[in-house]
């Protein structure tokens, strides 16, 4: 059986395998709610993850980040917003 980092992870590859366009909402975290827009790297940067996000969340006071994935060199856009 895998171990929670090793799940995590692989889920995480399976939702970045999709288009950087298409976000899957997820984790409630204080009253905030985070949807993950895919790996930043050479397709989407911080400038294109911060798009991203404000495109999607004008209305709800997004803050885009593109966060290092803990146990990885992979960094992914988050985007916290108002949910």
């Known amino acids: ?3 929670s980092s090793t799940t995590l992870f692989m889920l995480l590859l399976i939702v970045a395998s999709g288009s950087m366009v298409q976000a899957s909402e997820g984790a409630i975290l204080d009253g905030s709610c985070l949807t993950n827009f895919g ?18 969340f ?23 917003h108002d949910c």
């Open 1 to 3: 059986m895998a171990n």
């Open 39 to 56: 790996i930043c790297g050479k397709n989407c940067d911080q400038t294109c993850c911060e798009k991203n996000c404000f495109d999607d």
């Open 58 to 80: 004008r209305d709800r006071h997004p803050s885009p980040v593109c966060e290092m994935l803990p146990g990885s060199a992979l960094r992914l856009c988050n985007c916290y």
